[in-house]
């Protein structure tokens, strides 16, 4: 198992990776950095495009061009590098939250999880904009950080996590009313011990970005614990693939046949002894898979 670094320069936090298979690229966010970046594969270029604000996730459009999920609200950008157009505006407080963790689903409508980031109360939530009614709606909460957002080949099982409470939940989900059901907990992992710290043995880290197979195996960003975990659909631990960076953020599988897994990480508020230590930290990696990944999906407008 060999991890290959495909970036030249790392991220504060990369996030929100997505494979455009018409264009043959990799496309990401640096959230503190404020870009948005893509990748040709051929040639190793990366375009690099500043934001006005943090984005936290980003989905290709059907029509072209990208939905991107500002901390303010979420726009479209029709043409990289242009103007932006403000398809909703953020129904929270932007002083205190912003938007996180996302992507489209199966139907081609545009989720957005949101962060609060003072992290002493549960007012983070899962946001669907659906481009049929122009309308922002709430369908999950009770959250810090959300993340891990993700559906099952048949799609008929949304995920969701929360990333300081240390959980994936799971709902059943009614594609075309777009109605969740039948609540469960997908997984709780351990908490961090008291007095953990970077290095230490005993944390296996806390569930971030996630991406599903198309066996249905869900692959969790375990950030700080140094692991990518891959669930099998009933919740199993069917691996563990060990990473050179402490903070994994998010995976997306890519390439023409989807066997290639990429994943993000993060080097922002990241020890000098560990960034010596892990000096890929904050670039984008990719590995071989046996099993093919699910297509990402296009918003629908």
Same mark, same amino acid.
């Given at each position: 198992m060999t991890w290959h670094t495909v970036t030249t320069e790392p991220n504060l936090l990369g996030e929100s990776p997505f494979w455009h298979p018409q264009e043959k690229r990799l496309y990401w966010v640096d959230v503190p950095g404020k870009l948005l970046q893509r990748l040709d594969v051929a040639s190793g270029a990366v375009e690099r495009w500043a934001m006005p604000s943090e984005p936290g996730c980003i989905a290709p459009a059907a029509r072209g061009g990208l939905v991107v999920a500002l901390r303010d609200g979420i726009y479209r950008a029709p043409v990289w590098g242009g103007e932006m157009q403000?398809? /909703? /505006?953020? !129904?929270? &407080?932007?002083?205190?939250?912003r938007f996180n963790d996302g992507k489209c689903d199966p139907l081609g409508r545009f989720w957005a !999880?949101?962060?609060? =980031?003072?992290?002493?109360?549960?007012? +983070? =939530? @899962?946001?669907c904009l659906d481009a +049929?009614?122009?309308?922002?709606?709430?369908?999950?909460?009770?959250?810090?950080?959300?993340?891990?957002?993700? $559906? !099952?080949? &048949? +799609?008929?099982? @949304?995920? $969701?996590? &929360?990333?300081?409470?240390?959980i994936v939940h799971a709902w059943d989900w009614d594609a075309a009313p777009n109605?969740? !059901?039948?609540?469960? %907990?997908?997984?709780? @992992?351990?908490l961090k011990p008291a007095g953990w710290q970077p290095g230490m043995a005993g944390y296996g880290g806390r569930?971030?970005? +996630?991406? %599903?197979? %198309?066996?249905?195996?869900y692959y969790s960003a375990m950030f700080e614990g140094q692991r990518l975990c891959k669930f099998a659909p009933d919740g199993t631990l069917l691996a563990e693939?060990?990473?050179?960076?402490?903070?994994?953020?998010?995976?997306?599988?890519?390439?023409? &046949?989807?066997?290639?897994?990429? @994943?993000?990480?993060?080097?922002?508020?990241?020890? =000098?002894a560990e960034l010596a230590e892990l000096p890929v930290s904050g670039h984008v990696l990719s590995l071989r898979v046996d099993v093919p990944g699910l297509p990402v999906n296009f918003y629908k407008d």
């Open positions: 403000l398809l /909703a /505006a953020a !129904s929270y &407080d932007p002083a205190t939250t !999880s949101t962060i609060y =980031e003072p992290r002493d109360a549960r007012k +983070a =939530e @899962l946001y +049929a009614s122009g309308m922002l709606t709430s369908h999950a909460g009770n959250a810090i950080t959300g993340n891990g957002l993700a $559906w !099952s080949p &048949d +799609a008929k099982t @949304l995920y $969701w996590s &929360d990333t300081p409470h240390h109605v969740l !059901s039948n609540y469960r %907990v997908f997984q709780q @992992l351990p569930p971030d970005g +996630a991406a %599903v197979d %198309v066996q249905g195996n693939f060990p990473l050179p960076v402490r903070c994994p953020t998010m995976p997306c599988f890519g390439g023409d &046949d989807l066997q290639t897994l990429y @994943l993000t990480s993060g080097r922002h508020g990241r020890s =000098e």
